[in-house]
């Protein structure tokens, strides 16, 4: 597939490497050279200077015979007109990324097809949904659900007195609806085999059916209390959106942000949330508002450091959650191994997003999990993929990839080298990133 990126910042850079990465032809238009220059030289792309939405760049042959063009410029305005734009050109689909809550509902959404816009995607609502799933189940690291809810992936840290360390998977007495598809060890990903034990802090990845999941995680992980008072330091969007989904959850949240502005316009979206203008770095402040009783503590500035400073304040001060988001990925081992229990990129989340889309009909939905070491794919099977109506055990698979789960006629099971996937059928795959190309060639 050929697709054109608009916008080669850390979202567009993103994309490209991992496009790339899976043998797609792929155009970056950019208009700062500084930029242009980068990705030019860091990735196998075609680079253009100019603007998304120029007629003279879109009547470029190479772009007008792409089949998709992702907008992900720091513009909403931009995204659209480029977007907009394409269609005309004859490109087929297109995304935009847009963050602008004014741009974003039911009838925006409708709005925009009309002119051309196939798929916005909105970062920081995106990434509020994401931190609220992990809310919802406390002892999770990340929570990914797929084929509408049928099935979960779970992540959890191995306490060291469970009951399943030290002993072969191929031995554990687990559910039969649930799989170990995943650990990460000492910074680095394992796809299992039977013979593979764990350990001690391990993150262990679990696939299979939420409820079970919910009734076993406590054999892995500390038990937690339900998560019922969060303290969000960060007004931000993503801070305003997640307040917003909180509350509505009936949890109690407060919110402390320094800038007056942002303050205001959150505490006239709360009925019942506090706001509370004031430093996030201020021990007396925290203290004062209950930092030591939250439940969980949720630091979204826009400096990474910061974050991390006031997520391990807030944990020495007793909190029992903290979750940060950070800009950086290359910081996340380092925030997770110092005690931060969760940490999240937005700019990973929209790209995990947008790939699910690039790879549509095919790849219903993609994430990318810990600083994208690991991708969980939810892939439908099609009559005439290599797969269909041939035992597991027959497919050869590649290493480093694993069927966690399969959804077949609404009935969740994990499978065997026995099991048959068949037309219709939904598979869970967890996959190292260098199999991504090999997994897609059987689907």
Request: aromatic share 4%; net charge negative; glycine share 8%.
């Amino acid at each position: 597939m050929r697709v054109v990126i608009v916008g080669a910042g850390k979202v567009g850079f993103s994309l490209a490497q991992y496009l790339v990465d899976e043998d797609h032809d792929v155009i970056v238009i950019e208009e700062d050279e500084t930029r242009r220059n980068i990705i030019q030289n860091s990735l196998d792309v075609m680079t253009i200077q100019g603007n998304g939405a120029s007629p003279r760049v879109l009547m470029n042959a190479d772009v007008r015979s792409a089949d998709l063009m992702i907008a992900v410029t720091d513009s909403d305005e931009v995204n659209m007109v480029a977007c907009m734009a394409a269609k005309q050109a004859g490109i087929h689909q297109t995304i935009a990324r847009i963050r602008n809550s004014e741009y974003i509902g039911k009838e925006e959404a409708e709005f925009h097809r009309s002119l051309g816009i196939d798929l916005t995607i909105n970062p920081e609502h995106v990434t509020a949904v994401e931190i609220s799933r992990i809310l919802f189940i406390p002892a999770a690291l990340e929570v990914e659900d797929f084929a509408d809810g049928k099935v979960r992936l779970l992540e959890v840290r191995i306490r060291p007195e469970s009951p399943h360390t030290n002993i072969p998977i191929s031995e554990l007495d687990l559910p039969k609806d649930i799989l170990i598809v995943g650990i990460l060890r000492k910074n680095r990903m394992i796809i299992p085999n039977g013979a593979e034990m764990l350990k001690p802090s391990d993150n262990v990845f679990l696939v299979g059916d939420p409820q079970a999941l919910n009734e076993i995680q406590d054999e892995f992980t500390e038990k937690m209390v339900p998560v019922k008072k969060v303290m969000l330091i960060g007004a931000g969007r993503i801070g305003r959106n997640l307040a917003v989904l909180l509350e509505k959850a009936g949890m109690i949240v407060k919110v402390i942000d320094k800038n007056p502005e942002r303050c205001q316009a959150l505490a006239k979206s709360l009925k019942k949330g506090t706001v509370y203008c004031g430093e996030g770095t201020d021990v007396d402040l925290l203290m004062e508002e209950g930092v030591g009783d939250a439940d969980a503590v949720v630091c979204l500035t826009d400096d990474d450091k910061l974050n991390l400073l006031l997520a391990l304040m807030a944990k020495d001060l007793g909190a029992q959650k903290t979750i940060c988001r950070v800009g950086r990925t290359e910081y996340i081992p380092l925030m997770e191994k110092v005690g931060v229990d969760s940490v999240l990129s937005p700019r990973l989340i929209t790209a995990g997003f947008i790939l699910s889309q690039v790879r549509r009909g095919k790849f219903i939905s993609v994430a990318l999990l810990e600083g994208a070491k690991a991708q969980a794919m939810e892939i439908g099977i099609s009559p005439t993929s290599k797969v269909a109506g041939k035992k597991l055990k027959e497919v050869r698979f590649p290493y480093n990839c694993l069927v966690g789960a399969v959804l077949h006629q609404g009935r969740v099971y994990v499978p065997n080298g026995e099991s048959v996937l068949m037309p219709g059928d939904q598979v869970i795959i967890f996959a190292l990133p260098d199999t991504i190309i090999k997994v897609n060639k059987f689907f």
